[in-house]
């Protein structure tokens, strides 16, 4: 079965430090992708990162940097210099490949981690 | 381009009713998915919907249903609304296609809250 766990409930930070969400994640599908998601208080699902699952090179955009190891089924979410905007819900999510002509393969999310940045 | 849209954006039931939720997806977008967000929860997935056929199913009861239109907005239907159906409820509208993996964009959700 497919299961994503946030180990961390709830993180709170001073701005300007850095921070790394966790994301482990079970699956026994070879092909799969795994995407983190930020909720702010208003509700939607901000889109922030996809990674196919034969793609290990980290990724960083900006002050965001992703780590992917398959060793560990893992794919934390660093933010470096955190300021109060990154406040909000995280989440870490898994999809199976869409198989060919077929449904596209729907999300499976943790739990989440509440982030909070204080001035 | 438009995104995903859903309405109304908050909703109070009581307990045995019944409520419909509208989801409008992304221009261009033939799939549509919705979820169900329960408080301090992460969202779970309810079901598909491509084509205007149902396209998959996470572990929800049947007195949840829906249904896709022709031009791919959706309706999410929940009978006999009980206290643990209030969430926040998204839709997700995506683009199934030749393309390997077709992101799906959310919508701001409806808050349905049932008394």
């Known amino acids: 079965a497919q299961k994503v766990t946030q180990a961390q409930t709830e993180i709170s930070v001073v701005e300007k430090e850095d921070v790394t969400l966790d994301c482990v994640y079970e699956t026994r599908d070879t092909t799969y992708y795994l995407f983190w998601y930020k909720q702010p208080p208003s509700g939607e699902l901000v889109f922030l990162i996809r990674r196919n699952s034969f793609d290990e090179q980290n990724e960083i955009s900006g002050r965001y940097s992703w780590n992917f190891q398959k060793s560990t089924s893992s794919f934390n979410f660093t933010i470096t210099a955190s300021q109060v905007v990154d406040s909000a819900v995280y989440f870490c999510?898994?999809?199976?490949?869409?198989?060919?002509?077929?449904?596209?393969?729907?999300?499976?999310f943790g739990k989440g981690t509440k982030l909070s940045v204080k001035p | 381009e438009t995104g995903v849209t859903q309405s109304p954006t908050h909703l109070i039931k009581t307990r045995g009713q019944q409520v419909t939720l509208r989801c409008s997806s992304q221009?261009?977008?033939?799939?549509v998915s919705w979820y169900q967000q329960a408080l301090g929860q992460g969202p779970q997935f309810i079901f598909q919907y491509y084509r205007e056929e149902e396209n998959g199913r996470g572990n929800f009861p049947p007195r949840f249903s829906g249904l896709q239109f022709p031009n791919y907005s959706s309706e999410l239907n929940v009978n006999a609304l009980e206290l643990d159906d209030s969430a926040l409820y998204l839709c997700?509208?995506?683009?199934?296609?030749?393309?390997?993996?077709?992101?799906?964009?959310f919508g701001p959700g409806t808050r349905l809250t049932v008394l």
């Open positions: 221009s261009g977008h033939n799939t």
């Open positions: 999510a898994l999809s199976e490949a869409k198989s060919l002509g077929g449904s596209q393969g729907n999300l499976i």
């Open positions: 997700a509208s995506s683009s199934q296609g030749l393309a390997v993996y077709n992101e799906q964009f």
